[in-house]
């Protein structure tokens, strides 16, 4: 028996380099950026973040790959990603970068726009964070 609150330790490095934590509770590994559009990424939150400031611009999938030199198929699927997620990138879109909530909009209506095979999760979870917006 554990004490409150010391169901999840620390447990070392992975082969990645990433802090991994073990749940005694249900018996299981994981690393900190599970369920987040960070996970199984080999982009760090910055060059994301960058990647994301470059949709709110309007850049396309081929001139983001130019400007920061990650392949467009990373670039797309960080994109399905971040629509997955949708709801996280927005708050840290909007409290963590602080752009605008028209600036957020504007990505999600780029992305939609320009993302054509986008899942249907994804479409569900971007209609979440827009005001207005309809799956049509």
């Not at 802090?19 to 199984?40: D, G, I, K, M």
């Not at 409290?95 to 899942?119: A, C, P, R, Y």
Request: glycine share 6%.
């Amino acid at each position: 028996m554990t004490e409150e609150g010391k169901d999840i330790l620390k447990r070392g490095k992975n082969r990645a380099g990433h802090q991994q934590y073990y749940c005694n509770h249900c018996s299981r590994w994981f690393v900190e950026t599970a369920n987040t559009p960070l996970y199984h990424k080999h982009l760090s939150k910055p060059e994301i973040i960058n990647i994301c400031k470059h949709l709110v611009e309007k850049n396309g999938i081929r001139s983001i790959e130019r400007i920061t030199g990650h392949h467009r198929d990373t670039i797309g699927n960080l994109i399905e990603d971040l629509a997955l997620h949708a709801d996280f990138v927005n708050s840290i879109l909007l409290h963590d970068v602080k752009l605008g909530q028209s600036e957020v909009d504007e990505m999600w209506t780029f992305i939609k726009k320009n993302k054509k095979k986008l899942s249907q999760e994804a479409l569900i979870q971007i209609s979440k964070v827009m005001p207005g917006y309809s799956l049509s």
